[in-house]
Every structure is written in C-alpha cells, then in structure tokens.
C-alpha cells in the first residue's frame, strides 16, 4: 500500500499539445519547493502523484498548498487491484475521516477506467459502503449532502483518496518566463509580484536602497517580504541596489515636484539593464491607477517611457481595500505596515505632479544625466538569497 498525495489541476488541462510542458513545469516546481525530501513526482491519467516519507507528510502539506498550477490534493492510496486490498484501504481512509470529525455522511464515487476489473463501479461503490456501514460506528450513506466523499479511481491500479486540500491555482512556476519585480517595502509591490507568480511568471526581485536615508531595518522589512513570497515562487533572489549616488544626482538638478517621477523614471531604466543581465523579460511593478501621484495616466506614460520591456502592472485595475485584502492573505501587510520607509516615500515632495507634461518631463530627464550612476550601480548589486537575508526587521 502506498502513500501518496494526488494532485489536480486545472487550467494546466486546457493547454492541447502544450499541456505536458505545463506539467513537467508543475512537477519541477514541486521538488523544488521540497530540497532535501525525498519525494517521487509522476503523472499519469491528468493527475500528478507524489510519493513521499510518512515524516515529510506536514511539510509536503504546505509546500503544495503554495504551489502555483495545484488547484487541489489529497492524500491518497495505491494498491493492487484486488478487491481485499482496496477494502483495505477503504477501511483506513474512512477511520482517519471520522478521527478527523469530518462528519458522518459519506458517499463511496467509484470511477473505473480499467474495463477488465471484473465489478462495475457500482457494485464497488456498494461494497465498499456496506463495509463501511458495517465496521464503522456512526456512519451513514448520504449520496446528495455527504460531509466527505471516498473517491476511488481504478487504472492501472487502485488509488483511493478522499477530501481535498486547495492549492492557489494558476499556471506553474517559470511556465510563462522570467521577470524582475521593482519591489518596495510597501504593500502594493508583494502582492503584485504574487499575482504574476501565480499567471506563470519566475520572479527575481531589486530594491533601490539609499543609505544613509533608508534605514538599515528597511532593508530587513524587504528581506522578509521576500522570504514570504519564496513560499510560493521557488528559485526567488533579492537585489539590493545602492541608489543613494543617484537619488542625489535628482536632488541637485531637478524641480522638487520632479523628485519623485524622475526617481521612479531612474529605476525603470535601471532595472531594464539588471533585467537583461538576469534573462528577464519584463518588469513587474505593484502600481495602481489613480493611487498616488506618480500612478496617473501621464505619470506612468512618462515613467514607462524608460522601459525597453513590457512593464506588467496587475494592480492597476484594483483599490486599496482589495490589495489589503490580498497582502493580508500573504501575511505580508503586518511587514509592508512596518515604520521603516523607502526613499520614495521618505523624499515624496509636499506637491508633486499629478498630470506631468511628458514631453518636458523627458527633458528634465536627460538632464540627470545619470547613464554612468547607473551602469555604476549596476556593478555594485548586493544579491541575496532568501536563506541567506538578514534577520527579520520587527
């Protein structure tokens, strides 16, 4: 008898002739998200099964239920295909159901694509329920409103499975590329980067730091925000970029009401070079219309000017309330919240401009003359890992 949890899923289905491509991705993202624990992954009849050590049995748990393209799991059972052996597992699955206090209705679904098993899915269905009425106290048949389903799939063997844990859905881990995530200490830019992990998309992240005005601590707020998204996205890396020669290069030739845009301006460009060196292919901003100043129309217009790559933006469409939603689904908004800014919060001007002229904007922009800053900042990149990050910022 082994143990093993099936997985589902679902979008991954509609790929056609791309459809094992999405798998192989998928089952790639579930060792890696498990080093060091011995696990089998395989698939067959669109399912994905991983067998595993009885120790590893919690870990494995949460480690599926934060990989993108699981739409579900359950732990499951494989025998032979003999009756004796499936009652068997019948048995123990359903006596782990009601341990659990799942309830007492259930309902035995048979599903037999092996024709040559010489009962019929009924007749296994029936069986299975009568041993269950039998040697189980307190169990009833409740085939319209069950508080668990006993599934049971005969193929080319037996495998028996019953409820099902969710999984975040989506597409798998690096199925749709690479892309850079310009992530801040704020709320916005985790869950963006989460949205877009889930849509596919591996994701390395920069944060443009600015000693000696950012502090130390902000630095450790973005670290921890980068160990909670290397829950679901395996293989994420931080870049710590020093911007402080930057920051003051706008500080001594631009309007204050400039700052900030020609700073946002300043990262895009950087960050389509870091892009480059690290095969990305897009950028990810945590950007909203309408939010703040430099999210207008124009202010994006002028900001995505700089990019010499798609610029993703997956909150732009939605309000704060519904971002603060999801950062506290993360367990990232207690961290975003933490009192230890970012430079562009700490030199936002009092005034800035809410519909720039893009045409002078740009003007103001070659002015900075910051070309050499950045290919400067460029050698000097901190990369860390999210083992390797400091302790978190509290």
Excluded at 58 to 86: K, W, Y
Excluded at 115 to 126: H, R
Excluded at 237 to 244: I, K
Aim: aromatic content about 8%; hydrophobic content about 40%; proline content about 6%.
């Amino acid at each position: 008898m082994d143990r093993l949890f099936l997985v589902k899923y679902g979008e991954i289905a509609l790929k056609k002739r791309n459809r094992g491509a999405f798998v192989r991705s998928l089952k790639d993202s579930v060792r890696a998200k498990l080093p060091g624990v011995p696990v089998h992954v395989w698939e067959t009849f669109h399912r994905v099964f991983v067998r595993y050590d009885p120790e590893s049995r919690e870990r494995i748990i949460q480690s599926l239920g934060r990989t993108f393209g699981v739409v579900s799991f359950s732990d499951a059972l494989r025998v032979d295909n003999e009756m004796p052996q499936i009652e068997d597992a019948a048995r123990e699955l359903a006596r782990g159901f009601a341990a659990a206090g799942l309830g007492g209705r259930f309902k035995a679904e048979v599903r037999r694509a092996e024709k040559s098993f010489p009962l019929t899915s009924y007749q296994i269905a029936c069986r299975i329920g009568d041993i269950l009425l039998t040697e189980i106290p307190g169990l009833t048949v409740d085939v319209h409103h069950p508080d668990w389903v006993l599934n049971v799939e005969i193929r080319e063997r037996a495998y028996l499975y019953g409820r099902e844990y969710p999984g975040p859905a989506g597409l798998p881990t690096g199925s749709s590329g690479r892309g850079l995530l310009l992530l801040s200490g704020g709320i916005d830019s985790p869950v963006a980067g989460y949205m877009m992990a889930k849509r596919g998309l591996a994701i390395e992240a920069v944060y443009f730091h600015s000693p000696p005005f950012t502090s130390e601590m902000a630095r450790r707020k973005v670290e921890s925000l980068v160990r909670v998204l290397a829950g679901y996205v395996p293989g994420i890396v931080l870049h710590v970029v020093n911007f402080t020669p930057v920051l003051g290069r706008i500080r001594e030739r631009a309007r204050l009401e400039e700052t900030t845009l020609l700073l946002r301006a300043c990262m895009m460009e950087f960050s389509c070079l870091l892009a480059a060196r690290r095969a990305a292919a897009c950028l990810v901003t945590g950007e909203s219309l309408g939010q703040v100043a430099s999210q207008t129309v124009e202010s994006m217009h002028f900001t995505g000017s700089l990019a010499t790559l798609p610029v993703l933006r997956p909150l732009v469409g939605m309000n704060k309330e519904e971002i603060i939603a999801l950062a506290r689904s993360l367990e990232t908004f207690e961290i975003s919240n933490l009192p230890y800014p970012d430079c562009c919060v700490l030199f936002s001007p009092d005034h800035p401009l809410i519909h720039p002229d893009v045409a002078r904007m740009t003007r103001a922009y070659q002015k900075l003359d910051v070309g050499e800053l950045l290919t400067e900042a460029l050698g000097q990149i901190d990369t860390v890992s999210p083992v390797t990050a400091g302790a978190d910022a509290t």
